[in-house]
């Protein structure tokens, strides 16, 4: 080998050495944080003891994170939109390695496979026809239960399959005579690219269609069935006994009734896709951000999916709705109605407008710290299934930036032997004032107690992060109470953000760590911000590899309210500390009250209180979503005393 080639080779070994030195990770979490968060009011499992009778049907369109009561008897499967690639309805219940309280199941060890979650139906009547028959049902009454099922796409996408190929999802069916559950249907795990929407309906799940025929086992009152998932507990790469959720199953249009036939096609149009921002960058802004610059922030057309499930075409209607906290309808897009061909024909169909326009319509611009309205989807048809019909956004303006829709479904970090950083990027449409950062730390199980980071903020050059404009110290504590949910970082001086030392009112916020420091920031999958998203592991930013949004929200505007007890004094009333950082509100008068209740930014009561008979107590408000709040105090007298709060979490 001559000198040339020599040196071109040991540049190319250099490079290439240098680039496998520092990398991006996206790795499983060890927990689902929205569920932890609801674990402490976690509904009860006591149901009613009233069996269902036919039909039974859910394809999991709605908003709670548990499976309905209506239908099911535990609370093990996670109902979102988040996991699905391409649901067959809005909606889906995910089977996967975390219990009801958000944790992994605790009879779940690495390297061992186990049971882990069930998505167990009610008891069901297939002893009887009711209605105009009145007759006992039998096995030529063609009994069915289908489904659709797919692994999670994600988990091809971003995790190891190490651990999964023994893993399986399994169905059973339980016979009251018997007293027993039998094994009916099964399928090992498999990678999701290996689904063939070509043999599939040109869908990206796989429909199971069950019939039901043994009248001795199951043809009586109290029948049940029910889904579970075999689990192989598999530890992170990168941070040892750290024990991580994979092997997801997504199940989706569960449905169990007489005279069926046995096809894939079904009476029903509904929307396949959740609701978005009308926001053109982003979800969420702050109010006034917005009203600076109104019709760039709103996007021209919205995009949402709708699908044809039968086998033939129907007509279909379609609208949407913008309405403001008051109840009032601010904008109604009437989109008409059109044909629209089968999804095994035609695929997903945008709306009967292709799609409808948004611009030249805007949110109200204003003066005050916030705004919310809600946005709402619906559909008509003539067609039988009606729960997937209507889709909602909640539209929030309020004082900070956010990129992400306030969910992780994974966890982002960055591997080097040297100090490693992340920026994202923001741009604002008139000058204002860095205030706090609100942060997404997933929790490390294994690792310190306490994580150490430096908070940075830079301007920007030739649209990469460049000079450092602040820097600050921050302590994480990596623990149940302080992880796997936003921290928000009060800066020790404010960040001016303005033309003279932020070219084009441009601004960057991250962290730095250090080589022996562990980091998971929560990684939201809806939305690719991989453009706005840098890394810098050898001295040279990058943008980001990986399509989704780090769950980091810049806060802004003036200076809060944050009320402290020093603020309390004799016959004065204090509510603090104001914002709400720490879930927990307190409430101190030299009177004495009787009755609290708080309402949110649309009016409804979210809290209510016995009759106290105190003037001192501290109220945990753990599930409320960020946003404007009104306290209302009753005193002794009768006398009404109001409070606005903020709550950030």
Known sequence: MNTINKIILFVIIFLLSNLLAGQE???????????????????????????????????????????????????????????????????????DAIDENGR?????????????????????????????????????????????????????????????????????????VYEEWFHVWSTIRFPFD?????????????????????????????????????????????????????????????YLDRDRRFNSFYKDICFVSDAHSFLSSYYSMPYNQYSANSFDEIIDFDNVLISNLDQTANNVGYDYEVINSKGTVLKHYLGGSGVINPFHISGYYDNPSLPP???????????????????????????????????????????????????????????????????????????????????????????????????????????????????????????????????????????????????????YVGIEKTASEAMALGFDISRDNSFNTYQNTTGQWIESIFAGSIMIRPVLGKKFKVSSIDDYSKNELCVYPNPVINGTVNI???????????????????????????NDISIPLINLRNGLYLVVIIDKTGKKHTEKIIFMQ
Request: hydrophobic residues 35%; aromatic residues 18%; glycine residues 4%.
């Open 25 to 95: 990770v996206i790795m499983n979490m060890s927990s689902n944080p929205v569920l932890e968060k609801m674990s402490e009011n976690v509904r009860s499992k006591s149901v009613s003891n009233d069996t269902l009778l036919l039909p039974f049907f859910d394809d999991f369109a709605y908003k709670d994170s548990y499976p309905s009561q209506l239908y099911w008897q535990d609370n093990y499967a996670y109902i979102n939109n988040d996991y699905a690639y391409y649901p067959v309805s809005y909606g889906v219940a995910t089977l």
């Open 104 to 176: 992994i199941h605790s009879n779940l060890h690495s390297g061992i496979k186990g049971v882990a979650d069930y998505l167990t139906s009610r008891p069901i009547r297939l002893d009887s026809i009711f209605g105009n028959e009145n007759r006992p049902l039998h096995d030529y009454d063609s009994v069915y239960l289908s489904f659709f099922f797919q692994p999670n796409y994600w988990d091809n996408v971003y995790a190891s399959s190490d651990g999964l190929t023994g893993d399986s999802l399994v169905v059973e069916f339980y016979s009251p």
């Open 194 to 254: 290996s689904i063939k929407p070509e043999e599939n309906n040109g869908r990206q799940f796989i429909e199971v269609i069950i019939p039901i025929t043994d009248e001795e086992r199951y043809f009586h009152k109290g029948f049940q069935f029910r889904f579970k998932n075999y689990v192989t507990l598999t530890e992170n790469n990168y941070y040892p006994n750290w024990q991580v959720n994979g092997s997801q199953w997504n199940i989706d249009y569960v």
């Open 357 to 507: 326009p948004v611009f030249p319509f805007s949110f109200p611009v204003g003066v005050t710290d916030s705004a919310e309205f809600l946005i709402k989807h619906y559909i008509t048809s003539d067609l039988d299934f009606k729960q997937n019909d209507t889709i909602t956004f909640e539209q929030k303006f309020h004082n900070y930036y956010a990129y992400d829709n306030g969910s992780p479904e994974y966890s982002y970090t960055l591997r080097s032997p040297g100090n490693v950083q992340v920026a994202v990027r923001f741009k604002l449409n008139t000058a204002d004032t860095l205030r706090a950062v609100k942060i997404f730390f997933n929790d490390i199980a294994g690792t310190a107690s306490e994580l150490y980071y430096n908070l940075r903020v830079w301007n920007e050059s030739d649209r990469k992060p460049y000079s450092l404009v602040y820097e600050q110290g921050i302590v994480v504590k990596n623990d149940n109470s302080s992880t796997n949910n936003f921290i928000t970082i009060m800066l020790d001086e404010p960040v001016i953000i303005r033309q003279n030392d932020f070219p084009f009112l441009v601004f």
């Open 588 to 614: 101190k008068s030299e009177t004495e009250f009787n009755k609290i209740y708080i309402y949110n930014n649309f009016g409804t009561k979210v809290f209510e209180s016995g009759n106290l008979k105190a």
